[in-house]
Every structure is written in structure tokens, then in C-alpha cells.
């Protein structure tokens, strides 16, 4: 993998642990030589993620819409920033930039975006992998949703298992590194 993208809070959220998690993930991405593809914000946990790889000498990509450039909440110390018109540019780009996709914790936006890649798979447009930071716990209630729409009949048990869960990013990255999908899972369209 060259580069992996991350989705994540810009807030740092109430618990220490979500920081701290953030923090882990850029190092290990820059200890590992994967370049980091994200919003391009400098506040909370993506400008931890950020900060974390850099510091450790990792290759950071930022991609952010100009309204949020006018909002002053760019980071301006990235290596390359790519500035976009609007939000759907922005999830495009990510992800034709990026081999696969972790999601830390965070809100409406990082839910959106990780789950929009992952209906983006299921439909067949990608073949990347993509995993939840479950850090203290953040992600079980989205989990137990999932299961419960398998369950309902509304996610097909195979997608269900596309989803890789850890609450160690050296764990993830592994498991998104040897990434192999379920043989139930037929993808018929072209990779993005």
C-alpha cells in the first residue's frame, strides 16, 4: 500500500484515547512509508493524524474544499495540499488517490465518508480495503446497526465482512496491508 486514507474527527472528541489514537496512526503510516491522504484540516483529531505523520517524516496529502481554506481551518504546513470546489471533489479525489481507507472516530462527516466507500464497494467501483479504529469502543454501535441490517436482510453477510475492525492501528494496518476478500464478493465494474 502507497497510501491510505484516513477519515477522522475535526474535533478531538472527550476522551484522551481518541487523540492519542490519532497520533499512533500517523506515526505508524510514516514508520511504514504509506503516505497519508486526509481532509487537509489542521483541527482536531485530523490535525493530530497529521501532525503525527509529519513529525515522524511522513508524506501528507491534504485535500480540502476552498470554503473550508476561507475558514482558515487548512493546515498549512502540508507537503501538498490539493485544494478542491467543492466537498463531493474532495471524497473523490481521496479516494482515487488512496489504496484504502481507515475511519478513527468521529462524526456526521467521517461516517459519511466511510460509509460512502464502502457502498462505493459493494456496488463494485473499488477493490481497496477499508477498516474502523475502534478506539474505546467508538465503533460498536455502528457495528451492531450493521448486524442488525445483515440480520434485517438489508447488507449481504459477505459486505458485512469487508468491514476490518481493530482497535490497534498496528493490527489495522496489517490486516488492511494482506486484505483479501470474501469469495462471495463479485465486483463488476472497474476499480476507481
Known amino acids: 500500500m502507497k497510501r491510505i486514507a484516513v477519515f477522522c474527527g475535526s474535533n478531538k472528541g472527550t476522551r484522551a484515547a481518541y487523540a492519542a489514537a490519532a497520533e499512533n496512526l500517523g506515526s505508524q503510516l510514516a514508520k511504514r512509508g504509506i503516505e497519508l491522504v486526509y481532509g487537509g ?3 482536531g483529531l485530523m490535525g493530530i493524524l497529521a501532525d503525527a505523520a509529519l513529525k515522524n517524516g511522513g508524506h501528507v496529502i491534504g485535500v480540502i474544499p476552498q470554503s473550508l ?4 481551518v487548512v493546515h ?10 467543492s466537498m ?7 479516494a482515487e488517490l488512496s489504496d484504502g481507507f481507515i475511519a478513527l472516530p468521529g ?8 460509509c460512502e466507500v464502502l457502498a462505493w464497494s459493494q456496488l463494485g467501483y473499488h477493490q481497496k480495503p477499508f477498516g474502523l479504529l475502534d478506539v474505546a ?8 446497526f450493521f448486524d442488525h441490517a445483515v440480520a434485517e ?4 453477510p459477505a459486505h458485512r465482512e469487508l468491514i476490518l475492525v481493530e482497535e490497534d492501528a498496528e493490527k489495522l494496518l496489517h490486516r488492511l496491508e494482506t486484505f483479501q476478500p470474501p469469495a462471495e ?3 463488476i465494474k472497474k476499480p476507481l
Open 41 to 43: 484540516g489542521c483541527v
Open 69 to 72: 481554506v476561507i475558514r482558515k
Open 76 to 85: 498549512k504546513k502540508l507537503p501538498d495540499l490539493r485544494v478542491v470546489k
Open 88 to 94: 463531493h471533489e474532495r471524497k473523490a479525489l481521496i
Open 107 to 114: 462524526g456526521y462527516g467521517t461516517c459519511e465518508e466511510f
Open 137 to 144: 469502543g467508538f465503533y460498536r454501535p455502528m457495528l451492531q
Open 153 to 156: 436482510g438489508f447488507i449481504r
Open 185 to 187: 464478493v463479485k465486483w
